[in-house]
């Protein structure tokens, strides 16, 4: 990736706030209501802790992870800043990222979200998004796609995740009270998952 | 949506300030956070932590004070507070003696207090955890998020806060804790569903004849919805769902809750308790003490939630011990 990090996580903020009432809509079917809430009210307090200055990917996505986890609260705070903290661990002190690099940090965004929110695919999370993310990413890569390609294809993968979202049950968070009544409607933190990983490809391919 | 707000952002912030105006006697807030601890300090005992999102009001904040809990952490509404919230509660009430946090089983609340446990824990804190899962509308499995925290959690404040007064040590308060916890069970309904401020509007819509079974405290929906029955009819499926747990049999004695959701009259809770009390006694099963009113709430909704507690001799001590905060007095 091109330098930036500053643009593109100010783009990640600007399409979630962007689709906030879209996130807690979701999020009433089969939540409580309040994941858009909860994700722009983080976002906006990263954009007050982040500057242009910051240029440093990993300093500046611990800088972020932090914040989220500080503001968001409910699950989507640990899991997203869990995420955001261990991809800011293997990209310290760069200030540009290789495909190589990216896939890296979908890896490390996958393991530590599974690490705080013991879930796994399949259970109707934003895993069922990331996930198919990630491999359509590395798929992409090994068949010779440059970074903007295989993040097409991870995107496509995403948009696909969150559609799966709907045939299934929910069995981790709070959707899981509902069994089979969860079945029918999109994950919220699928769909917010979605969101970021097409805003860091429309802020690449927009360089 | 009509609701007696400023904003919608300050809700919880000018809520807290509003209680600590209210009972300067009992509480007071950490500056700068969304916490309230025990205006007079810890007096050298274990400390209990327990918070959530906020909308369950009088739970926590209400039951900070003797007896009961030491600090509550108030997130936004129905949002787990973060880890930074519960560990400078932790930190603020610890008196030497650790710490215990009682967590309501949501997968949110379990992942920020436990980082914050992890927190106090580099620094030196001696801090234990117990979760509460006293919902039987949800069935527990290892592959779910199992069972929810709701109404029981009360009772697990108001008997491990009286452990802790009494002297006791940080495990053998966890222990009454868990105690709690293996002995309760609760189950509740709706009317009509909660508005959260921020959304704006209902939480799930109901028909005119329709109610909702096996809700949660968050207005998320219910395992099922009905037709609309007398209110013995479903205090009689509620506690039924409650009773086949087969914990609470005749010759038990048992503590009862029958809580409002915070937009039920007291009159129609006290209509329900006056039909647990029959089905109770049919069943041999001794009633040693009963609190109906609005403990665990979910905003404005309408329903009601019935928990059971099998008391032993030492739950039965600590469960009559005197308790002095804002919304639980008992000498």
């Keep these: 990736m091109p330098g930036g990090i500053y643009e593109c996580i100010s783009l990640i903020s600007e399409r979630i706030t962007a689709n906030k009432d879209l996130l807690t809509e979701l999020d009433r079917e089969i939540g409580d209501s309040d994941h858009g809430i909860n994700m722009a009210r983080g976002f906006q307090a990263v954009m007050e802790k982040l500057t242009p200055e910051d240029t440093d990917i990993g300093a500046t996505l611990k800088k972020a992870g932090m914040t989220l986890l500080s503001k968001v609260g409910g699950a989507s705070g640990p899991l997203y800043g869990t995420a955001y903290m261990e991809a800011g661990k293997i990209t310290a002190g760069k200030t540009e990222l290789t495909p190589e690099d990216m896939k890296a940090v979908f890896e490390a965004a996958i393991a530590g979200i599974q690490k705080r929110g013991k879930a796994v695919e399949g259970e109707k999370t934003m895993l069922d998004a990331i996930i198919p993310a990630s491999t359509a990413f590395s798929r992409r890569l090994y068949e010779g796609a440059d970074m903007a390609g295989a993040l097409d294809a991870a995107c496509e993968a995403a948009r696909e995740g969150v559609e799966y979202t709907k045939t299934i049950i929910a069995t981790k968070g709070r959707a899981s009270y509902l069994g089979e009544r969860s079945i029918g409607h999109q994950d919220p933190g699928a769909t917010s998952a979605m969101i970021t990983l097409e805003a860091i490809r429309d802020y690449i391919k927009g360089k | ?331």
């Excluded at chain 2, 967590?103 to 980082?115: L, P």
């Excluded at chain 2, 949660?216 to 499926?237: L, Q, W, Y």
Aim: hydrophobic residues 40%.
């Design chain 2, 1 to 331: 949506m009509k609701k007696l707000i400023n904003k919608v952002d300050s809700i919880v912030d000018e809520m807290l300030d509003g209680m600590t105006a209210a009972f300067p006697q009992y509480v007071k807030r950490l500056e700068g956070f969304n916490v309230l601890v025990r205006s007079g300090g810890n007096p050298g005992k274990v400390a209990l932590v327990s918070g959530g999102g906020s909308g369950h009001e009088p739970s926590h904040g209400g039951f900070v004070g003797r007896g009961m809990l030491d600090g509550a952490v108030a997130g936004e509404v129905f949002t787990s507070p973060t880890p930074d919230q519960v560990y400078e509660a932790v930190k603020a009430v610890n008196g030497g003696k650790g710490v215990l946090l009682v967590i309501k089983n949501y997968t949110g609340d379990v992942m920020n207090f436990e980082m914050a446990a992890d927190m106090a824990k580099d620094e030196g804190i001696d801090v234990e955890q117990v979760i509460v899962a006293d919902d039987v509308a949800v069935e527990n499995s290892t592959w779910t998020t199992g069972r929810r925290g709701i109404a029981g959690t009360v009772f697990v404040h108001k008997i491990a806060g009286a452990s802790a007064e009494a002297g006791l040590s940080l495990p053998e308060v966890k222990r009454v804790a868990e105690k709690v916890i293996a002995n309760v069970r609760s189950m509740g309904m709706a009317v009509n569903a909660c508005t959260v401020p921020a959304a704006g509007k209902p939480s799930f819509e109901l028909a005119d004849d329709e109610i909702e079974i096996g809700i949660g405290i968050h207005g998320e929906p219910g395992t099922h919805r009905e037709k609309i029955s007398d209110v013995n009819g479903i205090a009689d499926k509620l506690l039924g769902k409650i009773l086949a747990e087969g914990i609470y049999a005749a010759g038990d004695e048992v503590a009862v809750m029958v809580n409002g959701m915070g937009g039920t009259p007291l009159m129609e809770l006290f209509v329900a308790n006056r039909h647990v009390k029959e089905v109770l006694d049919s069943k041999g099963i001794k009633t040693a003490r009963t609190y109906v009113g609005n403990y665990m709430t979910s905003l404005d909704m309408e329903g009601f939630s019935i928990t059971l507690l099998k008391l032993d001799d030492e739950l039965k001590k600590f469960l009559n011990a005197p308790a002095d905060t804002p919304a639980f007095v008992q000498f």
